[in-house]
Nanobody, 113 residues
Framework: QVQLVESGGGVVEPGGSLRLSCATS????????MFWYRQCPGKEREMVAR???????WYADFVKGRFTISRDNAQSAVFLQMNSLKPEDTAIYYC???????WGLGTRVTVSA
C-alpha cells in the first residue's frame, strides 16, 4: 500500500525558513521521481519542485534560489527546504509520485507577520 505523509509545516514570519518532509512507503522509492506541489488559497494546485531518481532537480521559477528539494533513498523520503519565505508561499504543500495519482494529505504552511 502506497503511503505519502507530509510533515514540517507551520506558521513562520516572512523571511523565515521551514523544512518539509515526505515519508513514503509501499513502493521502490529510489526508482521514482518525486514532486512537491502546493495549493495556495483560492488557487489551483501547482508544481513547486521535482527530484528525479537520478537526483536531478527542477524548480518552478517562483521558488528558484529559495527552495531546495532533496531526497534520502535510504529513508524513502523527500524534503523541501524553504528559505526566504514570502506571504505568497502560504499554501498546503503536497508530495506526489511522478506519473501516478498518489498524493499525500499535505502540510499547511502559513507565512505571516
Amino acid at each position: 500500500q502506497v503511503q505519502l505523509v507530509e510533515s514540517g509545516g507551520g506558521v513562520v514570519e516572512p523571511g523565515g525558513s521551514l523544512r518539509l518532509s515526505c515519508a513514503t512507503s509501499g513502493f521502490t522509492f529510489s526508482n521514482v521521481a518525486m514532486f512537491w506541489y502546493r495549493q495556495c488559497p483560492g488557487k489551483e494546485r501547482e508544481m513547486v519542485a521535482r527530484s528525479d531518481s537520478s537526483s536531478a532537480t527542477w524548480y518552478a521559477d517562483f521558488v528558484k534560489g529559495r527552495f531546495t528539494i532533496s531526497r534520502d533513498n535510504a529513508q524513502s523520503a523527500v524534503f523541501l527546504q524553504m528559505n526566504s519565505l514570502k506571504p505568497e508561499d502560504t499554501a498546503i504543500y503536497y508530495c506526489k509520485i511522478r506519473n501516478t495519482n498518489y498524493w499525500g494529505l499535505g502540510t499547511r504552511v502559513t507565512v505571516s507577520a
